[in-house]
């Protein structure tokens, strides 16, 4: 969250009930926790896995997506363990694209 997004969510909320008797660093925890969804969700190797993939030159939704499929379908298995898989299938087939034939 940046700047700019906290300075417009104060002048849309500060007069609003809910708001009006907290502090402005109450006020700007509150803001925090409302966005706190959109944190860091996956890590790799001690970073984002944003920026892994960045770094490495691989397709990070191709990876996400295989993330969020096997989570779906109950695997077992852990993070670090699927983010792997994803990368070694993108790096022995390339670019992971599933499409739903009907």
Do not use: W
């Not at 109450?26 to 409302?34: P, V």
């Not at 920026?51 to 969020?68: G, T």
């Amino acid at each position: 969250m940046n700047y700019r997004n906290i300075i417009s969510f104060i002048t849309r909320h500060k007069g609003e009930d809910k708001y009006k008797l907290l502090s402005d660093d109450e006020f700007i925890e509150q803001i925090m926790s409302i966005y706190e969804p959109l944190e860091l969700k996956y890590t790799y190797k001690g970073e984002s896995l944003y920026n892994y993939c960045a770094n490495n030159d691989i397709s990070y939704y191709s990876v996400l997506s295989h993330v969020k499929r096997s989570l779906a379908k109950g695997s077992n298995k852990t993070i670090d363990e699927l983010v792997e898989e994803g990368i070694k299938t993108i790096n022995r087939y390339g670019v992971i694209i599933k499409i739903k034939i009907k």
